[in-house]
Protein backbone atom coordinates (compact mmCIF):
# COMPACT_ATOMS: atom_id res chain seq x y z
CA UNK A 1 0.00 0.00 0.00
CA UNK A 2 1.30 3.70 -0.81
CA UNK A 3 1.07 7.15 1.28
CA UNK A 4 -2.66 8.29 1.91
CA UNK A 5 -1.97 11.07 -0.58
CA UNK A 6 -4.65 12.29 -3.52
CA UNK A 7 -3.02 10.83 -7.22
CA UNK A 8 -3.84 12.94 -10.29
CA UNK A 9 -3.90 10.92 -13.47
CA UNK A 10 -4.66 10.62 -17.39
CA UNK A 11 -4.35 9.74 -21.09
CA UNK A 12 -1.16 10.85 -23.01
CA UNK A 13 -3.06 13.17 -25.13
CA UNK A 14 -5.46 14.60 -21.65
CA UNK A 15 -9.18 14.12 -22.62
CA UNK A 16 -9.50 11.66 -19.58
CA UNK A 17 -8.17 12.96 -15.95
CA UNK A 18 -8.99 11.12 -13.11
CA UNK A 19 -8.23 11.65 -8.99
CA UNK A 20 -7.25 8.30 -7.35
CA UNK A 21 -7.76 9.34 -2.91
CA UNK A 22 -6.43 7.64 -0.11
CA UNK A 23 -4.38 4.14 -0.61
CA UNK A 24 -3.29 2.48 -3.73
CA UNK A 25 -3.73 -1.30 -2.88
CA UNK A 26 -1.60 -4.30 -4.54
CA UNK A 27 0.99 -2.06 -6.49
CA UNK A 28 1.94 -4.88 -8.91
CA UNK A 29 3.63 -5.92 -12.13
CA UNK A 30 1.33 -8.25 -14.04
CA UNK A 31 3.00 -10.30 -16.59
CA UNK A 32 0.16 -11.82 -17.78
CA UNK A 33 -0.14 -12.12 -21.89
CA UNK A 34 -3.86 -9.77 -21.68
CA UNK A 35 -1.61 -7.41 -19.89
CA UNK A 36 1.27 -7.43 -22.59
CA UNK A 37 -1.57 -7.32 -25.25
CA UNK A 38 -3.43 -4.05 -23.54
CA UNK A 39 -0.11 -2.32 -22.43
CA UNK A 40 1.30 -3.00 -26.06
CA UNK A 41 4.98 -4.00 -23.52
CA UNK A 42 6.23 -6.68 -21.41
CA UNK A 43 4.55 -5.99 -18.76
CA UNK A 44 1.19 -3.53 -17.40
CA UNK A 45 1.77 -1.68 -13.52
CA UNK A 46 -1.56 -1.45 -11.72
CA UNK A 47 -2.63 -0.64 -8.52
CA UNK A 48 -6.41 -0.69 -6.91
CA UNK A 49 -8.16 2.23 -6.23
CA UNK A 50 -11.47 1.93 -4.02
CA UNK A 51 -14.19 3.10 -6.56
CA UNK A 52 -15.30 5.32 -4.09
CA UNK A 53 -12.21 6.94 -3.87
CA UNK A 54 -11.83 7.17 -7.76
CA UNK A 55 -13.31 10.18 -9.62
CA UNK A 56 -13.24 11.14 -13.24
CA UNK A 57 -12.21 14.15 -13.42
CA UNK A 58 -12.41 15.10 -17.37
CA UNK A 59 -13.67 13.24 -19.87
CA UNK A 60 -14.75 9.59 -20.39
CA UNK A 61 -12.93 6.54 -20.65
CA UNK A 62 -13.78 3.66 -23.62
CA UNK A 63 -14.05 0.49 -22.09
CA UNK A 64 -12.96 -3.20 -24.24
CA UNK A 65 -14.41 -6.46 -22.46
CA UNK A 66 -11.10 -8.51 -22.67
CA UNK A 67 -12.70 -11.35 -20.83
CA UNK A 68 -15.94 -12.32 -19.53
CA UNK A 69 -14.75 -11.27 -16.32
CA UNK A 70 -12.53 -8.38 -16.57
CA UNK A 71 -12.81 -4.61 -18.78
CA UNK A 72 -10.21 -2.71 -19.47
CA UNK A 73 -10.56 1.21 -19.26
CA UNK A 74 -8.45 3.55 -22.29
CA UNK A 75 -8.49 7.00 -23.75
CA UNK A 76 -10.77 6.33 -27.27
CA UNK A 77 -8.84 10.00 -28.26
CA UNK A 78 -4.87 8.55 -27.81
CA UNK A 79 -5.34 5.17 -26.90
CA UNK A 80 -3.60 5.21 -23.58
CA UNK A 81 -4.30 2.18 -21.37
CA UNK A 82 -6.23 3.58 -18.05
CA UNK A 83 -8.08 1.22 -16.00
CA UNK A 84 -8.23 -2.30 -15.52
CA UNK A 85 -11.78 -3.47 -13.33
CA UNK A 86 -13.65 -6.84 -12.90
CA UNK A 87 -17.24 -5.02 -12.61
CA UNK A 88 -19.11 -5.96 -9.01
CA UNK A 89 -15.87 -5.05 -7.17
CA UNK A 90 -15.24 -2.76 -4.83
CA UNK A 91 -11.95 -1.83 -6.03
CA UNK A 92 -10.71 -0.39 -9.56
CA UNK A 93 -6.80 -0.53 -10.59
CA UNK A 94 -5.06 1.82 -12.47
CA UNK A 95 -2.24 1.49 -14.34
CA UNK A 96 0.57 3.08 -12.41
CA UNK A 97 2.62 4.54 -15.59
CA UNK A 98 -0.62 7.30 -16.09
CA UNK A 99 -0.36 8.68 -12.47
CA UNK A 100 1.26 12.19 -12.81
CA UNK A 101 3.62 11.02 -11.15
CA UNK A 102 4.63 7.77 -10.97
CA UNK A 103 7.22 7.47 -8.85
CA UNK A 104 4.61 8.00 -5.30
CA UNK A 105 3.88 4.11 -6.19
CA UNK A 106 6.65 1.60 -6.42
CA UNK A 107 5.39 -2.09 -7.39
CA UNK A 108 5.46 -4.74 -4.35
CA UNK A 109 5.22 -7.76 -5.90
CA UNK A 110 4.98 -9.36 -9.43
CA UNK A 111 2.24 -11.24 -10.55
CA UNK A 112 1.89 -14.11 -13.60
CA UNK A 113 5.24 -14.44 -13.79
CA UNK A 114 5.29 -17.89 -16.24
CA UNK A 115 5.02 -14.98 -18.92
CA UNK A 116 7.82 -12.80 -17.73
CA UNK A 117 10.16 -12.33 -20.60
CA UNK A 118 13.40 -14.66 -19.60
CA UNK A 119 16.04 -11.69 -20.07
CA UNK A 120 14.18 -9.20 -17.85
CA UNK A 121 17.41 -10.24 -15.31
CA UNK A 122 20.00 -8.33 -17.61
CA UNK A 123 18.34 -5.19 -18.82
CA UNK A 124 20.61 -3.55 -16.07
CA UNK A 125 23.56 -4.96 -18.14
CA UNK A 126 22.51 -3.53 -21.09
CA UNK A 127 24.62 -0.46 -22.30
CA UNK A 128 23.06 3.27 -21.80
CA UNK A 129 22.56 5.54 -24.36
CA UNK A 130 24.82 8.62 -23.58
CA UNK A 131 22.47 11.70 -22.41
CA UNK A 132 23.00 13.98 -25.26
CA UNK A 133 25.82 16.69 -25.17
CA UNK A 134 23.06 19.89 -26.10
CA UNK A 135 19.72 20.29 -25.55
CA UNK A 136 19.01 20.95 -28.68
CA UNK A 137 16.81 17.30 -29.83
CA UNK A 138 14.81 17.71 -26.62
CA UNK A 139 14.47 21.50 -26.86
CA UNK A 140 12.83 20.57 -30.43
CA UNK A 141 10.61 17.88 -28.71
CA UNK A 142 9.18 19.72 -25.99
CA UNK A 143 8.50 22.61 -28.44
CA UNK A 144 6.57 20.34 -30.29
CA UNK A 145 5.12 18.15 -27.59
CA UNK A 146 0.95 17.56 -27.82
CA UNK A 147 1.16 15.36 -24.39
CA UNK A 148 -0.78 16.61 -21.60
CA UNK A 149 1.51 17.95 -19.31
CA UNK A 150 1.51 15.56 -15.68
CA UNK A 151 -0.94 17.95 -13.53
CA UNK A 152 -4.44 18.69 -14.18
CA UNK A 153 -5.27 21.46 -16.34
CA UNK A 154 -8.26 23.83 -16.41
CA UNK A 155 -8.82 23.00 -20.00
CA UNK A 156 -6.93 21.21 -22.70
CA UNK A 157 -5.24 22.00 -25.13
CA UNK A 158 -4.54 24.55 -23.13
CA UNK A 159 -6.76 27.73 -24.64
CA UNK A 160 -9.52 25.81 -25.18
CA UNK A 161 -12.74 26.12 -22.95
CA UNK A 162 -13.46 22.35 -21.87
Request: include cysteine; charge should be negative.
Amino acid sequence: MTADADKNGGCQCGAVRYRAEGEVGYPHLCHCRMCQKAAGNYFMPLGGVKHSNFTLTRGAAKWFHSSDLVRRGFCGDCGTPLFYDIPGTDFINITLGSLDDPDVVKPVMQSNTGRKMSWFHALDGLPLEPEPETPDREDAIAASNHQHPDHDTKSWPLGEIS
